[in-house]
């Protein structure tokens, strides 16, 4: 099979697993932050992380963006710690450090030797409140995010054609505002108000520490306290009550016709509901029907059916991640073979779908889908990095660390009829939005 | 998700200091009751192993006219082999959970598996089949075929695929490193399965084979398994491709494409990775535009002026040549600009090297980062792989960090001097940047 794909359509799907419970511990300091410690002593390194649950999703509206905005703001300077010189402190300790913004939760990382976790520990506390940022430096920094949209956004008609299937899925949701922002919203931002954001948001009992690797959870703990606990909880933080979606009553059809446009390609994504605490079966069934349907590039449903019995498509998936704060998608994608027109990719992938509602789960799948299940949790323990993401990103949505560790046997516990009936849930063109990206040529 | 700075640099094949080791990593070297070799590191806490294989060569052994051939072939060896069609084949896999993946680059084809300790053995059986007797059916190579077609076709408008490819064509010329390993539209399309298979016989044998295994395995165990896997293989593939010329004459070339955004290759020569001032290179780079958010490039493109969302340049060792590219977007009207600080940059390293603080800011992260590498079986076996290919004896982390410290500033002076030549920078623009005056 042909691993290379074009860099919008590489949906590639993965079971998320959680750690054995014995290397997992879990703390909440007196002003609120939770810590969660994950064990990996194989080599000394630990992974130090800071989830604050604040994404784009939870933005003022008009200031689209302020969230990632906010996350390249906080590599500026402290009294303590200089503007820029976080990254190169890290950097003289051999370590690596980053960050990402998402719809639900804003995080910040290090990878560094064991032995430097309380250096990693003291500035981020100390970024977490005494950020102090000028107007010049916020200005550059706009024109690099603004350079940033160009590159990741701007740049890529399917990175564009997402941005509008989101906004057309939610009709009320802020799901359908881009994590980076609208430009024209980016270039208005000012320094006031991203520092009345970072003021109103960044705080202990707003952010979850996660630290895995080398490490002991007696050590991290007293670490936190002494690093973190002395911070005070903000009052200002609200819970997450957005605006949820309506009825969807109608489908909604998008094409997107861009001369950069090589390889058109149909995708569809239906509103769906995500893990929720102590009720994650629905999901579970969620993912297990993604995994059915598109998540193998040979047996899949979809695969078989356009790539293998018919010679419809070159490429065929379905996605589904479920850790979000509200409802989110379930998608589908299509990309036809040379010749094949997007309408009648369109029309065969509908086909297998209705077959597939008729004729059910072929257990011999199923079968095969909760083997590679269990193994995943064996070979998800050679990457705490990946690890402490799960529960980090698990936990920035309101989930437990019980829910994360009771996940793989929620998934091994579906059955054929739960899959068909999340299903029959979820496959409802009325919840969905159906784009097409393609060349200018055939789009007229 | 958004990432403040996603991965920068280049898909350059075979990267070059994925090397050293952790000292405290027990490396051994195992030798097959065959006679086969093979580099392990034991860790019996996971009950599972990976394996990295690599085979040297890759697309560069395309027979002429046959362009494509080997990364077909490589994408074929799964679908199907022995009395397993594709289907069958990917089931018996799943039904194992064992994780095969297949690619190939300029320098060599690489096999990537883990598999569970529980069915070590019916794993290792599944891939000594697909290593040997793969089937290459009409159907499938017509299935495949029409995917790197397509592929081919995005590559076609994607602007950095545009850019290596006139990059790779100007440096190389008609060595294959001048040209896209996944082959042309038409020569993909006129692929036939005599090529593939010949492409099959010519990549995959014995005398270039290359090992590494981390994970739940005894020495005796990965031995048994050597042993098995490459019978039936031939003895000897095809002639590697002898060294290539690189074209270092500056210069500024403009491939107009439609949008917003311009993406920009610049380089020059680089340094093989077994030159004795190999690490006095690797501390400049890492300086001018490594790895560290605090790169000169960095600061001066990106912090300093807004001018792009991240740049970076890295050192590229290949087997049979060495380069020394970076790469940036920025918005067409930046891009002028963005050229001007970088061609400073470069007069500025030439002339004076580097100050103490960076020579000293350098060193600790190269000889800090050095153990965090060998984080995982899945990484520790590939560098496993890395590291015999490069020559390197077992115990070569106990000696690496103190060559990175015996670098001296009056090394770094002198190899900036030689190594970086603002003449002979040359850059590829892709975009319709403003006030840039193409010189080719």
Redesign the interface.
């Known amino acids: 099979?042909?691993?290379?794909?074009?860099?919008a359509l590489l949906l590639t799907f993965a079971f998320a697993t959680a750690a054995k419970a014995d290397q997992v511990s879990s703390f909440t300091l007196d002003n609120g932050m939770q810590v969660v410690v994950i064990e990996d002593h194989?080599?000394?390194?630990v992974t130090h992380m800071v989830w604050y649950k604040i994404g784009s999703a939870d933005e003022a509206p008009g200031h689209s963006g302020i969230a990632?905005f906010f996350?390249?703001l906080m590599?500026k300077g402290t009294e303590k710690v200089p503007s820029?010189q976080l990254?190169?402190i890290v950097?003289?300790?051999?370590?690596?450090?980053?960050?990402?913004?998402?719809m639900d939760y804003t995080a910040y990382f290090q990878?560094?030797?064991a032995d430097r976790l309380d250096l990693m520990m003291q500035m981020e506390a100390d970024r977490m409140v005494n950020l102090k940022i000028s107007e010049d430096e916020f200005?550059?920094?706009?024109?690099?995010?603004?350079?940033?949209r160009?590159?990741?956004t701007?740049?890529d008609p399917g990175s564009l054609l997402n941005e509008q299937m989101s906004a057309a899925q939610y009709l009320n949701q802020p799901y359908g505002i881009p994590?980076?922002g609208w430009r024209h919203e980016i270039a208005a931002l000012t320094h006031d108000e991203a520092m009345a954001f970072y003021h109103a948001n960044y705080a202990p009992n707003n952010a979850i520490l996660v630290v895995a690797g080398d490490v002991n959870p007696d050590d991290v703990l007293a670490l936190a306290k002494k690093n973190y606990g002395p911070l005070p909880p903000s009052d200002q933080i609200k819970p997450r009550l957005r605006p949820q979606e309506p009825p969807q009553l109608a489908e909604r059809r998008l094409v997107m016709a861009d001369?950069?446009?090589?390889?058109p390609y149909v995708v569809r994504s239906y509103l769906a509901p995500e893990r929720n605490p102590g009720d994650q079966k629905q999901a579970a069934a969620l993912k297990v029907l993604a995994e059915l349907l598109g998540g193998?590039g040979?047996?899949s449903v979809l695969t078989?059916a356009l790539?293998?019995d018919s010679?419809i498509a070159?490429?065929s998936s379905a996605y589904y991640d479920g850790v979000s704060v509200d409802p989110e998608t379930f998608g589908l994608v299509v990309?036809p073979?040379?010749g094949v027109t997007l309408a009648d990719a369109e029309t065969a992938m509908d086909k297998v779908i209705a077959k597939f509602m008729t004729d059910g789960v072929n257990p011999?799948d199923l079968t095969?889908i909760k083997?590679?299940i269990?193994?995943?949790q064996?070979?998800a323990?050679?990457?705490?990095?990946a690890l402490a993401n799960e529960y980090g990103a698990a936990l920035a949505v309101g989930l437990s660390v019980q829910d994360v560790q009771d996940w793989p046997a929620i998934l091994q516990s579906v059955t054929a009829d739960d899959v068909m009936a999340a299903a029959k849930l979820v496959l409802n063109k009325n919840n969905a939005v159906t784009g097409w990206l393609t060349t200018e040529e055939s789009a007229q | 998700m958004m990432i403040r700075i996603a991965a920068l640099l280049l898909a350059l094949a075979t990267p070059v200091l994925t090397t050293p080791a952790l000292a405290e990593v027990n490396i051994q070297e195992v030798t097959s009751p065959g006679g086969i070799k093979a580099w392990l590191v034991e860790e019996h806490g996971i009950p599972f192993t990976a394996l990295e294989i690599r085979f040297a060569g890759g697309t560069s052994l395309d027979a002429p006219g046959k362009r494509g051939a080997t990364n077909l072939m490589t994408a074929l060896i799964e679908e199907g082999a022995g009395d397993l069609d594709s289907q069958g084949f990917a089931a018996a896999r799943d039904g194992l959970a064992a994780k095969f993946s297949f690619s190939s680059d300029v320098d060599g084809v690489s096999v990537s598996a883990k598999f569970l300790t529980e069915n070590r053995d019916q794993a290792v059986d599944l891939l000594h089949l697909a290593l040997t007797q793969p089937r290459f059916d009409p159907d499938a190579v017509e299935r495949v075929r029409e995917q790197v077609l397509s592929n081919l076709r995005s590559n076609e408008k994607d602007p950095g695929n545009i850019a290596f490819k006139l990059e790779s064509a100007r440096s190389f010329g008609d060595h294959p490193y001048g040209s896209d390993g996944d082959g042309t539209i038409d020569s993909v399309t006129a692929l036939t399965r005599d090529d593939i298979v010949a492409a099959y016989k010519g990549a995959l044998a014995k005398d270039r084979i290359t090992i590494g295994a981390a994970g739940d395995i005894t020495p005796a165990q990965l031995g048994a398994i050597l042993d098995k896997l490459f019978v039936g293989l031939p003895d000897t593939g095809a002639a590697l491709p002898g060294r290539a010329e690189l074209n270092v004459k500056g210069g500024v070339m403009v491939e107009p494409f439609p949008g917003p955004q311009s993406v920009v290759i610049f380089g020059q020569g680089g340094m093989r990775y077994d030159n004795p001032d190999y690490f006095a290179a690797s501390i400049l780079n890492e300086a001018l535009g490594g790895s560290k958010f605090d790169s000169r490039l960095m600061t001066e493109v990106r912090v300093n002026r807004g001018l792009t969302y991240g740049i970076g340049t890295s050192l590229s060792s290949y087997d049979h040549a060495e380069t020394m590219l970076g790469q940036f977007e920025a918005s067409n009207e930046n891009v002028a600009q963005a050229i001007d600080v970088i061609k400073a940059e470069w007069a500025k390293i030439a002339a004076d090297g580097l100050t103490e603080q960076e020579l000293a800011d350098a060193k600790t992260y190269m000889t800090g980062a050095y153990p965090l590498r060998f984080d995982g079986n899945e990484t520790i076996a590939a560098i496993l792989v890395g590291m015999q290919d490069m020559g390197l004896p077992t115990d070569y982390a106990k000696t690496r960090n103190a060559r990175v410290e015996a670098v001296t500033m009056a090394d770094v002076k002198r190899v900036a001097a030689e190594l970086y030549k603002p003449d002979d920078l040359h850059f590829i623009i892709v975009g319709s940047p403003t006030g840039v005056t193409p010189t080719e």
């Open positions: 099979m042909l691993r290379k794909y074009g860099r194989r080599a000394p390194v990632h996350e390249h590599f820029g990254s190169a950097a003289a300790q051999g370590g690596s450090d980053n960050a990402f913004t998402t990878r560094v030797a200005l550059t920094e706009r024109d690099v995010i603004l350079q940033e160009g590159q990741r701007d740049g994590v980076i001369e950069r446009v090589a390889q193998s040979t047996t078989r790539q293998f010679q070159v490429y990309v073979a040379e011999d095969r083997t590679q269990r193994a995943s064996i070979y323990d050679d990457d705490s990095g």
